[in-house]
């Protein structure tokens, strides 16, 4: 099986402007979720979409937005750039067929925003 | 929302056993303990996890003590390619918390 898969890798994008970055999840997962890595503040969790519904949600401002395919392809936007959203951002799938407090996440490479 | 708290960096020799501790005191009856790991400009991969009982799999142990308060990420022979930083999250109501993580760094 592909493993998931995230586009663009690399991304520039100047402050005020917004973003769209997509990710396939593995064939046959259902649940995508989306996270924020920096150097100062870690891993930090975005939001999850299953069945093209948002499941949970982090604690970003709603500039951070995400959407969720029949395919199960996911998709993230970031509108109104600022410096401070420079990160890397990941993307997982899961099965979630599984109960609902065991779950393996797969994750992508990741998509590399430089915002200035 | 639950927190975990790691070593910032561990060194290990090559070949030998290492043991990466994670403090999570407020942990909640129904909350899992997952470990990560992230190599290098990768995106991180799941080790192992586990509720109450010790776990063991291809790739690690996870010792988990009587209170659950505490965890132990047991890695029994290192190999440089286990140099990554690893990751204890508690699993909680469909979200995963991340902590800062613990650096690993293996000396050949």
């Known amino acids: 099986k592909a493993g998931v898969t995230q586009t663009p890798r690399y991304l520039i994008k100047t402050r005020g402007q917004q973003v769209t970055l997509s990710c396939s999840p593995i064939?046959?997962?259902?649940?995508v979720s989306w996270y924020q890595q920096t150097p100062g503040q870690g891993l930090q969790f975005l939001f999850e979409?299953?069945?093209?519904?948002?499941?949970n949600k982090g604690n970003f401002p709603g500039r951070f937005s995400g959407r969720q395919f029949s395919n199960s392809r996911s998709e993230m936007n970031v509108s109104t750039l600022e410096l401070g959203d420079s990160a890397l951002y990941l993307c997982?799938?899961?099965?979630?067929?599984?109960?609902?407090?065991?779950?393996?996440?797969?994750f992508g490479p990741g998509t590399r925003l430089t915002v200035t | 929302d639950a927190k975990t708290t790691q070593p910032n960096s561990m060194e290990s020799n090559e070949e030998e056993p290492v043991h990466l501790p994670c403090n999570h005191s407020t942990i909640s009856g129904t909350d899992y303990i997952h470990w990560y790991r992230q190599l290098p400009s990768q995106g991180p991969e799941y080790v192992i996890h586990?509720?109450?009982s010790n776990v063991n799999n291809r790739m690690a142990s996870l010792a988990i003590a009587e209170d659950r308060k505490s965890s132990t990420l047991i890695l029994h022979r290192a190999t440089l390619r286990d140099a990554a930083v690893y990751y204890c999250?508690?699993?909680?109501?469909?979200?995963?918390?991340f902590g800062s993580g613990t650096k690993l760094n293996v000396k050949p």
């Open positions: 064939s046959g997962h259902r649940s």
């Open positions: 999250i508690l699993y909680n109501f469909n979200k995963f918390y």
């Open positions: 997982a799938s899961r099965p979630r067929d599984r109960g609902a407090n065991s779950y393996e996440q797969y």
């Open positions: 979409y299953f069945s093209e519904t948002q499941r």
């Open positions: 586990g509720l109450t």
